[in-house]
């Protein structure tokens, strides 16, 4: 079995996760600290959070703490972007760490082919007006598993101006879920949320993120962790709606219809598979305990 092949088949965690917490690859005591949030994915990173003196020290720093924080997330490393003196040795550094998969900024189809071969999964995040136009081919490479939108920087180069009902990135959110699905790979991470504080507007953006297609949320605070997972997660109201849907239909079907009414609503197959999405969704274990 293939090096890569093995990697996809880790991935089973990763493939659920909803809350995507980046911690900096600098600093021991944050890293641990996220390894033990709750977190369904971590992200060790070597790049945003860590000081260009700090760089090379952050490299050995995380392959430590990952030889050491076992844990049940998923574990991945976001690498310095292609065109950065970094890259190259971030890519040799994790190249034998036992991981869900790299996390790629800035990410594009060349700076994907720039990864190589690899052994790794890639989660790849569209952030600049560039990456944003050809996000569906970067979908489409073989490594890539995940988008990640981040809007923060993509926002610096259009100029984006920050409204309360996020419609200056509502564009850009729509179009990483609509090439996502299209190239079928899961459906994407949503952007941070910079204000810790505030897990009422976190929720709020989660909800929204949601009902456009995301399915999970990039975190820079382990405090964003709890809220996310279950913004992320189907409600009790969703779940029970979705068995009667079910149910509903397969009876139907024992009746010899196609479709059926329930509560004045036509149940037709998408419906049903939708509902069954659901409920399958309920039963991962990535959802035990939240």
């Keep these: 079995m293939s090096d890569f092949r093995k990697s996809v088949n880790r991935m089973a965690t990763l493939a659920e996760a909803r809350s995507l917490l980046f911690a900096p690859g600098s600093d021991e005591h944050k890293l641990r600290k996220a390894l033990e949030s709750g977190a369904d994915a971590v992200v060790c990173d070597l790049e945003d959070a860590v000081a260009p003196a700090e760089k090379v020290r ?23 972007a292609a065109e950065t003196e970094w890259f190259a040795g971030d890519l040799a550094a994790v190249a034998g760490l036992e991981l869900d998969a790299i996390v790629l900024p800035k990410a594009t189809p060349e700076s994907v082919e720039a990864l190589g071969p690899g052994e790794h999964s890639v989660v790849a995040i569209v952030e600049t007006a560039h ?13 890539v598993v995940a988008l990640a939108l981040g809007a923060v920087d993509l926002g610096l180069e ?5 409204r309360p009902d996020g419609q200056e990135v509502l564009f850009a959110r729509s179009k990483v879920v609509l090439e996502s699905a299209a190239a079928r790979i899961r459906g994407p991470f949503d ?33 964003q962790v709890e809220v996310v997972n279950r913004a992320f997660a189907p ?8 068995r009667r849907i ?45």
């Design 58 to 80: 952050a490299r050995g720093l995380v392959a430590q703490v990952l030889s050491e924080e076992k844990g049940g997330c998923a574990r991945l490393v976001r690498i310095n």
């Design 131 to 143: 990456g944003l136009r050809l996000a569906y081919e970067t979908a489409c490479s073989p490594r």
């Design 158 to 162: 259009l100029g984006f101006e920050a």
């Design 191 to 223: 952007q941070v949320y910079l204000d810790v504080m505030d897990a009422e507007g976190l929720e709020a953006e989660c909800l929204l993120a949601r009902s456009l297609g995301f399915r999970g949320k990039a975190c820079i605070h382990p405090d």
């Design 235 to 242: 409600s009790e109201l969703e779940l029970d709606r979705a």
């Design 246 to 290: 079910v149910e509903a239909f397969e009876r139907g079907l024992g009746e010899g219809r196609g479709a059926v009414a329930l509560d004045g609503e036509m149940i037709d197959l998408p419906v049903v598979e939708r509902a069954r999405g659901v409920l399958a969704q309920a039963k991962r274990s990535v959802f035990d305990g939240n």
